[in-house]
């Protein structure tokens, strides 16, 4: 029996992202997060309640500023205590593991989906997904951008502006492009 392309996508299998059931999730998607970033300040249940129709799962204990944008949401899993700020981008064509206390400061870009290096076998619209790990109490800061497949310990803060490409062990202190360990905590 084939795979779907979802199948094949949470495989880290090459797949086709024009998929109809993947395209009704993006949309699903979509409208939930334009309804969350379009909310009042003054609404944090409502936007609690959106969240969870969006997430995979989420801990009791959540804050996440609009605006905020996903791919599916559905492959979105966070434990408690868990804290987005503005402008946070997550492409979830994988599932994306956050811990518990995990911190993400503005415009953090966490990015599970990835391309082929072969020109034409990109322009067949074939895209791949890797899964994106982040331990307990991790403080991601502002405008991080986390790649495909990579994993970060607990007790681990990222700096500010770091682009991870590689895993990161846990209690640390990591920064730079490409983010590196600078203390040992």
Not at 90 to 105: E, H, M, P, S, T
Not at 106 to 113: H, K, L, N, S
Not at 136 to 160: F, K, L, Q, R, Y
Request: charged share 20%.
């Amino acid at each position: 029996m084939s795979q779907s392309e979802r199948e094949k996508m949470l495989a880290d299998l090459p797949y086709l992202a024009n998929d109809p059931e993947l395209q009704r999730m993006t949309i699903f998607a979509q409208n939930l997060f334009h309804t969350f970033n379009q909310t009042c300040p003054d609404e944090p249940e409502r936007r609690q309640k959106i969240i969870r129709q969006l997430f995979g799962s989420i801990g009791r204990s959540f804050e996440i500023k609009p605006p905020f944008y996903c791919d599916y949401g559905c492959h979105i899993f966070a434990d408690e205590n868990l804290y987005i700020n503005y402008d946070c981008i997550i492409l979830d064509c994988n599932k994306v593991y956050l811990g518990n206390n995990v911190f993400l400061a503005p415009r953090v870009q966490i990015y599970t989906a990835y391309h082929p290096l072969d020109p034409a076998i990109r322009r067949s619209g074939l895209e791949m997904a890797s899964p994106i790990t982040i331990g307990d109490d991790v403080w991601i800061g502002g405008g991080t951008i986390i790649c495909p497949g990579v994993s970060i310990g607990n007790n681990t803060t990222i700096g500010a502006g770091s682009i991870v490409t590689k895993d990161i062990p846990a209690n640390v202190v990591a920064v730079g492009n490409p983010c590196r360990v600078i203390k040992n905590l």
